[in-house]
Nanobody, 119 residues
Framework: QVQLVESGGGLVQAGGSLRLSCVAS????????MGWYRQVPGKERELVAE???????NYADSVKGRFTISRDNAKNTVYLQMNSLKPEDTAVYYC?????????????WGQGTPVTVSS
């Protein structure tokens, strides 16, 4: 069984920074893309940023220039550095990974970590 565990969410004032972490555990042959999504009540979950195993990145337009995604393949960990936070960044942030296991390719989600940005 593969699990993703997020950490680093919390309450921060507008203009501040937070760093989210997500660790994958279990019997994993390979982790392909990893990413961060966010969701607010009443809205669909949206992509924030993603990174391939080779390090290529993709960002939502709303976070470009403020957020940076990175990963440590040796630690099965993905990070999201969030700077210049805005109240509209308030959401539950979910980690996502596409992994190869003995059962084949799986898409796995974390439990979510809340981020609240006060104005």
């Amino acid at each position: 069984q593969v699990q993703l565990v997020e950490s680093g969410g919390g309450l921060v004032q507008a203009g501040g920074s937070l760093r989210l972490s997500c660790v994958a555990s279990g019997i994993i042959f390979r982790i392909n893309a990893m990413g961060w999504y966010r969701q607010v009540p009443g809205k669909e979950r949206e992509l924030v940023a993603e990174i391939t195993s080779g390090g290529s990145t993709n960002y939502a337009d709303s976070v470009k220039g403020r957020f940076t995604i990175s990963r440590d393949n040796a630690k099965n960990t993905v990070y999201l550095q969030m700077n210049s936070l805005k109240p509209e960044d308030t959401a539950v942030y979910y980690c996502n990974a596409r992994v190869l296991t003995a059962l084949g390719s799986l898409e796995v989600w974390g439990q979510g970590t809340p981020v609240t940005v006060s104005s």
